[in-house]
């Protein structure tokens, strides 16, 4: 018995079986993790080395390249990437996708864990910690006050502010930006040290054997015992002050006679502001599975209660809320699916003229629709941007099957056939075409859901929605619609004028139709002929549509980055980051602008850099898109003095906000540091003159200004000044490291040694700094040193264990970044020597991998459908046939986002590669009806033309139904739009194109298959 005959019989089992669907996909959907993307974390681990003071150079060879040779051994590794800064090194290994991210990390550590003595002693233990490729701040709270310092807001926030935020449920983590923690500062004056006979190790000394805190035992007696607590630590800057130092002839030398102590500052080198106003910063880091909607609701709510424990001066705000984008994002796919809906029901009534199979029809949506978060639920997948995407798509399919059951049971009681025998025949007569079509729709999205690049494996989640609803829907039209035509579906003989009007207009389409397809299979040589044009023409749309990765999003929000010359104080960048603040604050679309310099994250900071994020007015409250706003600031601030200022738009699938659109890896197999500089800078200057691209720079820069320090050892020997204690004196006085720590209200700060600023300004006040020689006589540094003032290198990168160099840059509006690599890759080729190669990192290398990916997807694809199809009809004639319709379907989409002059980019191509599935439904349709009328007897021209004049008014219901459907994505507003764009537009020029040609090309191409085969 087939499935549609039981689901007659039996009407309240095929209704319950369809309400359980749905109210399981409503329980499931409660229960589902809401993002803006999937959950894809790639697996990447870092490892973080702190040595303090060290140069870069000197960072690379005790430390980066030592830990680099070990790691490299490790299984699964994608890639390896370094940074070897001043007194930080950084590695980044990145692993296949299949590497689980916990057991990547674990073997990380167990490999740094043998090798910690191939590192410097005093170098920090490294840090291992798993990163997330898209692990941004989803939102930055500032923390202001005018009565209050930087130091004691820092304090505030981490007291405070800090702890009730990360415990919320999903923050991974809560980063303090422009802190100045507590220190101890010990301020020294070199010449009244070397007036009262005290270096740098008398001070350190001192500090080291006053501020201490050692287990002191216990007396225990018969009866009792007492722990003895013995706290000898220091948290009164007056007490530090008068510590001690010599006994000099009677007179006691204590460290206020030398310098000055205040409870200062960790560093100084970093600021934040907001709306011009100085503030300390909360970033709010969400954890990788976290929904970003409850995190950021979750903070909204709790700001309020730790206002109150807050002083009455002190404001909070929210100054970034990436949540905001994610929000109107998903309300606007929202609503374009209650638009494509009832698109769809709209033009199902138009066609049918009825309500009662209008209402059918609709029903056939919500099991479909609802019912495919259980599969999301089951597979562990998200309501995402993407996931609502797809039901998008899915809406104006998952009505097809049940149009073309419906249309055919109609037909029988057209023919005389009662409600009952018309539901059992006419439903019998598709199950086989529904089985078909819907097998072949699941099965393009099987390789589709195979992508392995980041953003391919994004799109998963894409592919599986929409064949879960397919699916779904093909177990609807099989059991719901049979069982609903055999009680409510009615034939009647007598219409309304309107009725009467549209019948006339499909029986004028149906005639015209009809002619076309007479002069067409007269005239098959005209049609080979057009499909070889066809084929020769998307050869070269494909090579002519520019290429891109993804379209740029309004996502009301831009970013400004300041990058000022190497070795730039913060007093300079910020006077440039202020004349820049004062710009944006004159566009009217702003409504917020978070400042901040130096925001380490993992590291010191770098006062050479500073960042602005500017938030605009909510889309529907301006009329200038986030885009025109880029590029009309970007022309204002690029001439700004001293420093390169660019404006970025943000960039979208979860990738680094400020990571540029070109990133090209130079490695080279050489360690010449100068030719690598030398080599780089070439292929700098040529992509610089590049039209499209815009703020091309590089990440090597040999500008950094340093002192090298040459020892006379042979001096220092006959002097008996140890080289230990020379290198220990510069440590003291001006590495700004810690040399001691205090308890200050049950938390733990860090006791600070180093020069007044005015005795560390120049190079040449090194040689007032003195030491005790022989005898305890005061000795210059001079004695035993020189300095050599030179430029060396910010950081040296390695990737995959090479030292290289990475050039970005921007792209200019409209310019696509396939021609931008393209480009890049022809200099490369023509100026790099032999030794060194290339390699794409960030958005580029996701853009070569996804684009090979297509391709590829695309032919297996295809391929899965002609097997698929050949199992279902036992044949591999009928297939062929049928995939004839895809190159139509192509063409029509291409042709489309030529003329609209949209890209081919990650949204177009999977639009594309889903018309290969929707396509051939209707071919399948007409294959199909012409087999089953030639097995009744019928001749070859006689079932072809019957075959096409009956499927035609199906066919051109459901393709409408699926333009329809489609069509709110052509025309969406709001965030997100750009993106919905193409992927409409492919699918939609896609679609009305091959429909019109399918349904003349498709019986052509069977009566010439049928015939080959004869012969």
């Known amino acids: 018995m087939l499935i549609s005959d039981l689901a007659i019989k039996r009407p309240v089992l095929s209704l319950v079986f369809n309400v359980l669907i749905i109210i399981v996909g409503i329980v499931a959907y409660q229960a589902l993790p809401v993002r803006e993307y999937p959950d894809v974390e790639t697996a990447i681990v870092s490892i973080t080395t702190t040595y303090t003071g060290a140069s870069s150079e000197t960072i690379e060879s005790t430390v980066t390249q030592p830990l680099e040779e070990v790691l490299n051994g490790i299984d699964g590794i994608k890639s390896i990437s370094s940074v070897s800064s001043i007194g930080v090194s950084t590695i980044n290994i990145e692993f296949v996708p299949s590497r689980d991210i916990d057991l990547a990390a674990g073997d990380v550590n167990n490999v740094i864990q043998s090798a910690l003595g191939k590192i410097p002693q005093s170098a920090d233990k490294p840090i291992i910690a798993k990163t997330q490729a898209n692990a941004g701040t989803l939102m930055w709270i500032t923390l202001q006050g005018d009565k209050y310092t930087p130091e004691e807001l820092s304090d505030i926030a981490d007291r405070i502010i800090k702890t009730p935020l990360q415990i919320l449920p999903g923050v991974g983590s809560v980063l303090i930006g422009g802190q100045r923690k507590y220190a101890m500062r010990i301020w020294l004056d070199p010449e009244k040290m070397a007036a009262r006979n005290v270096d740098a190790g008398d001070v350190r000394n001192t500090i080291l054997k006053s501020n201490l805190l050692l287990p002191a035992g216990k007396i225990e007696g018969e009866t009792r015992k007492f722990n003895i607590y013995a706290n000898a630590q220091i948290a009164d800057p007056k007490v530090f002050s008068n510590l001690v130092i010599r006994n000099q002839n009677g007179s006691l030398v204590r460290i206020k006679d030398i310098g000055g102590v205040e409870l200062g500052a ?101 099991p479909s629709i609802i019912g495919h978060f259980a599969g999301l639920k089951v597979l562990g997948y998200s309501v995402n941007v993407i996931t609502l995407l797809a039901l998008v798509i899915a809406i104006g399919l998952v009505v097809d099957d049940a149009i073309v059951v419906l249309e055919n049971i109609f037909r029988h009681e057209e023919h005389g056939e009662n409600k009952l025998d018309a539901a059992v025949f006419g439903s019998r007569e598709m199950v086989f075409p529904v089985i078909a079509t819907t097998v072949s729709l699941v099965a393009i999205f099987i390789p589709l859901s195979l992508f392995a690049g980041y953003t391919g494996r994004l799109f998963k989640e894409f592919a599986v929605s929409v064949a879960v609803s397919v699916a779904i829907s093909g177990f609807v039209a099989l059991t719901l619609t049979p069982a609903l035509c055999s009680k409510y579906l009615t034939y009647t003989a007598k219409h309304g004028s309107i009725y009467l009007l549209l019948e006339n207009f499909f029986n004028v389409l149906n005639k015209a139709y009809e002619k076309s397809l007479k002069w067409t299979l007269t005239h098959s040589l005209v049609i080979l002929f057009f499909i070889l044009i066809i084929i020769s023409g998307i050869a070269g749309l494909f090579i002519i549509i520019p290429k891109t990765s993804v379209p740029v999003e309004d996502r009301g929000v831009f970013l400004t980055v300041v990058k000022s010359p190497q070795g730039s104080t913060l007093a300079y960048t910020n006077h440039t980051q202020l004349k820049a603040e004062k710009e944006i604050a004159k566009i009217p679309e702003v409504t917020g602008y978070f400042s901040a310099i130096g925001l380490a994250v993992g590291g010191p900071p770098n006062t050479n850099n500073g960042i602005i994020f500017s938030r605009l007015k909510h889309w529907h409250e301006r009329k200038i898109k986030q885009q025109t706003i880029v590029q009309n600031l970007f022309s204002k601030l690029a001439g700004l003095p001293g420093s390169l200022v660019f404006v970025l738009n943000p960039p979208s699938l979860g990738q680094s906000p400020i990571s540029k659109d070109v990133q090209f890896v130079i490695k080279s197999s050489s360690n010449n540091l100068e030719e690598l500089t030398k080599v780089s800078n070439s292929i700098l200057d040529k992509i610089g003159q590049i039209p499209g691209l815009i703020n091309a720079d590089s990440d090597l820069l040999i500008s950094t200004p340093q002192i090298d320090i040459v020892f006379n050892r042979e001096r220092a020997s006959d002097l008996d000044v140890p080289i230990s204690e020379i290198l220990n004196s510069f440590q003291t006085l001006f590495s700004e490291s810690r040399v001691n720590d205090f308890v200050l209200r049950n938390k733990q700060y860090d006791v600070i040694t180093t020069l007044l600023p005015k005795y560390k300004s120049i190079p040449e006040q090194i040689n007032h700094i003195y030491l005790h020689g022989k005898d305890g006589n005061m000795l210059p540094l001079s004695s035993f040193v020189s300095i050599i003032t030179k430029v060396a290198p910010a950081q040296i990168n390695h990737y995959n264990l090479q030292r290289s160099v990475t050039i970005s840059a921007s792209l200019a509006p409209g310019f696509p970044l396939g021609k931008a690599l393209d480009e890049i890759n022809k200099i490369a080729k023509n100026e790099l020597p032999a030794t060194y190669t290339t390699a794409l990192a960030g958005t580029s290398r996701e853009f070569a991998e996804t684009k090979a990916e297509v391709y590829f997807t695309l032919a297996i694809a295809i391929a899965f459908i002609y097997f698929v199809l050949a199992g279902l009809f036992e044949s591999f004639i009928y297939p062929f046939i049928i995939l004839f319709s895809v190159p139509l379907a192509i063409f029509g989409a291409l042709f489309t986002l030529l003329i609209t002059g949209d890209t081919l980019n990650l949204y177009s191509a999977i639009g594309i590669i889903l018309l290969v599935g929707l396509v051939t439904k209707n071919a399948i349709l007409i294959v199909e009806y012409i087999n089953q009328s030639r097995a009744k007897g019928k001749e070859l021209i006689e079932a072809v033309y019957e075959g096409c004049k009956i499927r035609f008014r199906p066919i051109l219901m459901t393709s409408t139904t699926m333009v329809l459907g489609a069509l709110p994505l052509v025309f969406a507003v709001g965030a997100g739009a750009e993106s919905r764009h193409p992927m409409g537009l492919a699918i939609v020029g896609g679609l009305i194109f091959s429909t019109i040609f399918t349904l003349v090309v498709i019986p052509v191409i069977y009566i010439l298959m049928i015939k080959v085969a004869k012969t």
């Open 266 to 366: 960790a560093n100084y080198d970093t600021l934040v502001r907001y709306n011009g106003r100085p503030v300390v910063g909360l970033g709010i880091i969400k954890q990788s599975k976290a929904n970003e909607l409850k995190v950021a609701l979750a903070v909204k709510e709790i700001l309020p209660k730790i206002k109150q424990a807050l002083p009455k001066d002190i404001t909070l705000e929210i100054a970034v809320d990436n949540s905001r984008f994610i929000k109107e994002s998903l309300k606007e796919v929202t609503k374009t699916i209650l638009i494509a809906i009832f698109l769809v029901v709209l033009v199902t009534f138009i066609f049918l003229r009825s309500v009662s199979p209008t209402v059918i029809i609709a029903l056939a949506i919500p």
